[in-house]
């Protein structure tokens, strides 16, 4: 996906072409590669796991097309979150379309900070003459990612602990933690909520001075349109698999903070 795609960018540098399955707009939950896709894959060294739904359905015949090809899991070391358990839902339903652990590490730059060591890893095992390219490349990176966690921390700075903020598909978890906020998806289990579950979600809103429902454009908005209207706030769109990845959590934490904001003033 663009985000994963500009991390091995990152680190790889000129020594290594990367190209994403799920390119910027489309959704990695819907997504099918497309048979040019699958027949590139015969001529890839090595593949990067990120455990997105699409992936889950995939995994065996993106093997077949290359079983020589190495599958790099990219979340190596990271310990995944439960959906449920972070976001308030309670029905912990076997068949969700993203298994019960939440795919979104990389929206959090301290979690990316340690999938770049396993990548980096994985890279200098395929290419070893030039470890010390990567070894350059992975320190750079590193000071990279400090600076981006730098800067949405100042961005964040001065909210009260554990503010929270709506969003549609629950996309956001990782960074929510990362800086002490709450996410308070309208999915939940990665499905739409039915008429009572959408009118404990509003309520939730109610109480929570909730003026901004975040969308995502791989997702259609209207039920995220219908909370706006009903807690008279807006819906604001920002993008977790936007390809210039810096710049973008950039961005998102400003709205963020100014959903907050609005919500307490
Ligand atoms: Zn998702």
Aim: aromatic share 6%; proline share 7%.
């Amino acid at each position: 996906m663009p985000p994963q795609k500009a991390i091995l960018e990152q680190l790889g540098g000129d020594r290594v072409a990367v190209s994403a399955m799920v390119r910027p707009g489309q959704s990695p939950h819907a997504y099918e590669p497309t048979p040019r896709q699958i027949a590139a894959l015969a001529r890839t060294d090595a593949y990067v796991l990120t455990g997105v739904p699409f992936e889950q359905a995939w995994i065996g015949r993106i093997r077949a097309a290359n079983p020589a090809m190495r599958i790099v899991d990219g979340r190596a070391g990271i310990e995944l979150r439960d959906y449920g358990a972070h976001d308030g839902g309670h029905d912990h339903g076997s068949n969700h379309d993203e298994g019960a652990l939440d795919p979104h590490v990389w929206t959090s730059p301290v979690l990316v900070k340690r999938m770049a060591v396993g990548i980096h890893a994985a890279l200098v095992s395929m290419d070893p003459a030039n470890e010390a390219h990567y070894d350059r490349r992975l320190s750079a990176y590193r000071k990279q990612l400090d600076v981006l966690d730098r800067d949405i921390r100042e961005t964040l700075d001065g909210l009260p602990p554990a503010s929270a903020f709506m969003v549609f598909h629950p996309s956001w978890g990782y960074f929510a933690d990362a800086y002490g906020l709450r996410q308070l998806p309208i999915e939940r289990e990665g499905k739409e909520p039915g008429a009572r579950g959408l009118a404990a979600i509003i309520d939730q809103a109610k109480r929570e001075n909730v003026r901004v429902v975040f969308v995502q454009p791989q997702f259609n908005a209207r039920m995220a349109e219908q909370v706006a209207r009903a807690i008279d706030g807006r819906v604001v769109a920002v993008d977790p698999l936007a390809e210039d990845y810096g710049d973008n959590l950039r961005r998102v934490a400003s709205r963020i903070a100014e959903a907050i904001r609005e919500g307490e003033g």
